[in-house]
């Protein structure tokens, strides 16, 4: 058979752009000795690189019983996208009758003209031309981006080295990133503080004021630090206060009076010394909620013997020596009583103000706990015991109480079992604990101070030598600062876990009952017979312009922000001071 192949192509492209493919119609005209084939035809089309010869690009299309008539006939074919690159492409086609022999090849090869190569607009992404950024239109997927760009939705890690001439900003969102250098303060000027940076104050002959930062997020700091002889002050704006406990280097150095004199029994500090309550065996509470500066009648008038406070003040309970044990959620200012109603002796509060205990004395005393915050509570030990005092570490699970006549118990569970913790018989009335419950001090009446820093399981005796009234006991929350108090004596203080110990306070003829401390023992109150209420409290600077911190040669100190005006002391050393 002679064939002859008239050929010509027609467009192949997709209509729209989003339903292109690369696939396009061929259509051609098939002789058969000088005259126009008819019937079935079986085709090969091979994409080849040259006219002759040649190497094949993409696979062979095999297109079986295509009809023919007078001549003409169409086939659909798709070589894929890669075949079209841009460089030039000639089809080879070889033909026979359908089921018949070996296929002919047509001669010449036919060049694939332009028609096809609208499916190079698939393969954009690989364009080596330029192409002017006003001819393009629309938005490119992300997906379509290469993975060197950046996008904003993502989190990016860059492997190498970022560098700027500038950068803006504050740095809010940026973890892991190294401690930066302190910026310097110019000699002899002062400066308007921004968050999270540092200064080092270098003047030998004037102190370098740095105001803090009128406005921070909570958590942003401040470093300052002074090499220069002029030291540093650390001014607040109206409103600002830096709470300074773990920068005094002694407590109870110096005390005040306040409030009425009364029959006080017992007194109680929240962990941040803001709030404070005193109890008197014939009256209203005493609550003061600004670190004992002033103070207001609550409650009814009632036998009140003990009182404890929530780290932040918030909750507080106090017990009545016959009655009801009562509560309070609103910092003091509404209380309500709770039964059962005994001879209350002593109260002790977790930090967060839920867990709570309270005791009863006498020869049916028992103890009693509460898990939420004093609204009702449940009878644990089953043994009558006369229990004069408790303590409860900040979670209210390790507790310690004292029995007059006999020795000092424990749990570890929150009060639901008890066992002795020494063997020491004597007439305990005041016990405190660490936060983690760990250490413990000890009073008795007429005898000495005693502490255990294995929660309870070994004692020893501690304070001045000799048998003294002890009447109260208060500790920090380390355990480091500790706080006691003699009948007709003086306020003793020791700040290095009762090795050694000082007079603070010695008035003449005081009949202390108690003493209570803040987590840090920077806000301390102790309460006497007829004697006025005594505090001693540095828990922060004076609030707004007037307050701030000074700072000697080589001192420093970080502060980081906690809201509502207030800042911490985060890290410090030399000599600081508050004014």
């Known amino acids: 058979m002679q064939t002859k192949l008239l050929i ?14 690369t696939a396009f119609t061929y259509q051609g005209r098939l002789n058969s000795n ?23 690009v993409g696979t062979t299309q095999t297109v079986f019983s295509v009809t023919v008539s007078n001549g003409l006939f169409a086939v659909a074919l798709d070589f894929g996208a890669s075949a079209f690159d841009g460089s030039a492409r000639w089809l080879e086609i070889n033909v026979r009758p359908t089921g018949g022999g070996g296929y002919t ?72 990133v190294p401690g930066r250098i302190f910026e310097v303060v110019p000699i002899n000027a002062n400066i308007q503080a921004f968050p999270n940076f540092g ?41 600002q206060s830096i709470l300074v406990g773990e920068l005094l280097k002694n407590v109870g150095t110096t005390w005040k009076t306040n409030g009425p004199s009364l029959t006080w029994r017992g007194a109680a500090v929240s962990g941040n010394g803001r709030v404070m309550v005193a109890t008197p065996n014939g009256g209203n509470l005493y609550v003061s909620t600004n670190y004992g ?16 406070a929530s780290a932040d003040g918030r909750t507080l309970v106090a017990c009545v020596n016959s009655g009801q044990i009562y509560n309070s959620k609103d910092y003091g200012n509404t209380w309500n009583g709770h039964n059962p109603s005994g001879t209350w002796s002593a109260v002790a509060s977790s930090t967060d103000g839920t867990n709570m205990v309270a005791t009863i004395s006498g020869g049916s005393g028992r103890v009693y706990t509460s898990n939420n915050s004093g609204d009702s509570w449940n009878q644990q030990d089953t043994v009558n015991r006369n229990w004069t005092c ?72 501690t304070g001045p030598v000799g048998s003294s009234a002890w009447r109260g006991v208060a500790s920090s929350a380390d355990g480091n600062r500790l706080a006691a108090v003699v009948s007709l004596g003086s306020i003793y ?87």
């Open 8 to 21: 010509w192509l027609v467009l192949l492209c997709a209509v729209a752009a989003r339903a292109q493919t």
């Open 390 to 461: 408790i303590a409860s570490s900040a979670n209210g699970m390790y507790l310690a109480g004292g029995v007059s006549g006999s020795t000092i118990f424990g749990s570890t569970n929150g009060g639901l079992t008890w066992v002795p913790r020494n063997s020491i018989t004597a007439a305990w009335n005041s016990i405190a604990s660490s936060a983690d419950g760990s250490r413990l001090i000890a009073s008795v009446s007429s005898g000495q101070l005693y502490m255990s820093t294995d929660y309870g399981t070994n004692w020893v005796t």
């Open 199 to 239: 200064y080092l104050c270098t003047n030998d002959s004037t102190m370098i004021t740095v105001t803090l930062p009128a406005s921070m997020r909570v958590g942003e700091t401040i470093r300052v630090a002074g090499s220069g002889a002029g030291g540093w002050f650390i001014a607040q704006n109206a409103g």
């Open 493 to 579: 203080i020791s700040e290095n876990s009762g090795v050694d110990w000082v007079t603070r306070f010695s008035p003449v003829s005081y009949s202390w009952t108690g003493i209570a401390s803040s987590s840090d023992a920077s806000a301390l109150v102790a309460v006497a017979t007829t004697r006025p209420i005594h505090i001693s409290s540095q828990s922060a600077t004076t609030v707004g312009v007037t307050g701030g911190l000074i700072g000697t040669r080589l001192a420093a100190v970080e502060l980081e922000y906690l809201g509502n005006g207030q800042f911490m002391p985060v890290s410090f050393v030399g000599t600081i001071r508050a004014k």
């Open 293 to 308: 500066n002033t103070w207001a009648t609550r409650g009814s008038s009632l036998a009140w013997q003990a009182a404890a």
């Open 34 to 56: 000088s005259a126009s084939a008819n019937g079935q035809f079986d085709f090969q089309f091979a994409l080849r690189d040259a006219a002759t010869l040649g190497n094949p």
């Open 105 to 176: 090849t047509l001669t010449p090869r036919q060049q694939i003209t332009s028609a096809p190569y609208s499916a190079l607009a698939l393969r954009a992404s690989t364009y080596t031309g330029a192409v002017q950024g006003t001819n393009l239109t629309g938005t490119i997927p992300d997906a379509r981006l290469s993975t060197n760009v950046v996008l904003f939705s993502t989190n990016v890690i860059f492997p190498g080295t970022v560098s700027g001439a500038l950068f803006n900003g504050d740095g809010t969102g940026l973890t892991n």
